[in-house]
């Protein structure tokens, strides 16, 4: 057996030097000597942000007032920007709107596949998802069983393939998963488990908060039924900014979605007192947009524009695999010792673009908790943001987790190097014992 060669920092920056997408950075805005890691939450801003802000608010709402609806085309915002993020996510240009929340597009395409199944498969009255989704997931498909007398079946990963035996799966009308999980980084076979679905008869939901602008996304090619998601993770669209919603065209004439406001009908400004839906995906709008956040968004698919002549998704998701293996590299080989664990799978296939370490439970500075929190919050004062994710508590099968997000389009390795020396001082140091890394404050 050979040896492993220590990785240098020298070796870091040689990997920036020889890759192609190092000239994608210059389109960011990033403060200086900050690194980045939390691109998952919240992505950078495209340095165009602030001169389309200035463009929207300035000359379209100060100028035009409420001409710009027709003369900066406010109006088909939410279709030209879906049109532009469809390529991203393997889907027609005229099948995307981006509109509202993640969790009021959810709300939307949920309740729409309840009708199909109750009308298809009318003894199949379980949603099933997974315990450890991103919570506001499950939250909206709480109240859509409350109102419409489904249940909710919470199930870890591994339980998945006995939930597609015919046996159980004659009571599922509706599987609802998160493509990458926002907690571990583990990435689900779209394509594997929607057919598996299918074969049984259920319809499938995705979300692709942790998957737009991540990694390559099929929608067509998997077959899928519906697919919500943000734009303010890995897509750059600004805080807040408005997420994504995508319905196959086998079922986007099917149903009125349950939010039927007047943007969603087939002729707003006829302003006809009988609700008549949009043909397509335009049925999934509701109400009034919010035309500055929508404007914005463009400045981050603009990068995605510009990323495409040098290769696109696909050598995106090349450059973030070989971050996420460079960090899970480093962490092991400079921080040994120091009870992290890894919450990410190693398999590329079933990788999103974030590492994710554990600490085990009594491990925190006063034997209480992980002390998960506490070092990245240390790490967090060093300069390199990442987050943390609280776990469910002693005797629960999850973890607490320190979170690393890496974005291929502004991440470069030697900033990996750099994050990886930093975590080693705080562990080394012992410096995230302090109290004043130890108070929790509200948005973790
Ligand atoms: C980030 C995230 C959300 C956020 O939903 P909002 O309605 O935009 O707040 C929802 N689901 C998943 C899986 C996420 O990762």
């Not at 779209?190 to 602008?213: E, P, R, V, Y």
Request: glycine letters at 10%; one cysteine or more.
């Amino acid at each position: 057996m050979s040896t492993p060669t220590r990785i240098t920092q020298a070796d870091c920056r040689a990997l920036d030097a020889q890759d192609p997408l190092a000239p994608l950075r210059a389109h960011f805005h990033l403060p200086e000597g900050l690194i980045y890691l939390d691109g998952n939450s919240l992505g950078a801003q495209p340095k165009a942000a602030l001169a389309r802000a200035q463009q929207v608010v300035g000359q379209e709402w100060g100028q035009q007032l409420i001409r710009a609806w027709n003369s900066a085309s406010w109006i088909d915002l939410p279709q030209r920007l879906g049109a532009q993020l469809a390529p991203l996510i393997g889907a027609g240009a005229d099948e995307v709107v981006v509109t509202d929340t993640t969790s009021i597009n959810l709300y939307k395409v949920l309740h729409a596949a309840l009708h199909i199944a109750r009308s298809e498969r009318p003894q199949a009255r379980t949603i099933v998802s997974e315990r450890s989704n991103f919570p506001t997931d499950l939250y909206i498909a709480q109240s859509l069983c409350q109102q419409l007398g489904f249940e909710l079946a919470l199930i870890e990963p591994d339980e998945l393939p006995a939930w597609l035996q015919p046996e159980r799966a004659a009571s599922v009308a509706v599987l609802m998963l998160t493509h990458v999980n926002y907690r571990t980084g583990a990435m689900h076979d779209m394509a594997a488990i929607t057919a598996a679905a299918h074969a049984q008869g259920l319809l499938t939901i995705w979300d692709l908060c942790h998957s737009a602008g991540a990694v390559p996304v099929d929608l067509s090619g998997s077959g899928a039924d519906f697919a919500v998601g943000c734009s303010y993770k890995y897509l750059n669209g600004g805080p807040g900014a408005p997420a994504f919603v995508w319905v196959s065209p086998r079922h986007a004439d099917r149903f009125w979605q349950p939010l039927s406001g007047w943007f969603g009908h087939a002729a707003p400004f006829q302003f006809d007192p009988q609700y008549r839906p949009a043909s397509g995906i335009a049925r999934y709008l509701c109400g009034t947009q919010p035309i500055v956040s929508l404007s914005l968004l463009q400045c981050g698919l603009d990068v995605f524009d510009q990323a495409q002549a040098l290769g696109g998704m696909a050598a995106l998701r090349k450059k973030s695999l070989a971050l996420t293996d460079l960090f899970i590299a480093l962490v092991e080989q400079e921080c040994a010792g120091h009870d992290l664990g890894l919450a990410t799978p190693r398999e590329h296939a079933q990788r999103g673009s974030q590492v994710s370490l554990t600490r085990p439970w009594g491990a925190g500075a006063d034997g209480q908790d992980s002390g998960a929190y506490a070092i990245m919050q240390a790490l967090i004062a060093r300069g390199v943001i990442g987050d943390f994710r609280a776990g469910g508590g002693p005797g629960s099968a999850h973890l607490d987790i320190l979170r690393f997000g890496f974005t291929p389009l502004y991440v470069g390795f030697e900033d990996v190097w750099q994050a990886v020396a930093q975590l080693r001082e705080v562990l080394d140091s012992g410096q995230w014992r302090q109290p004043r890394f130890n108070q929790r404050q509200a948005v973790t």
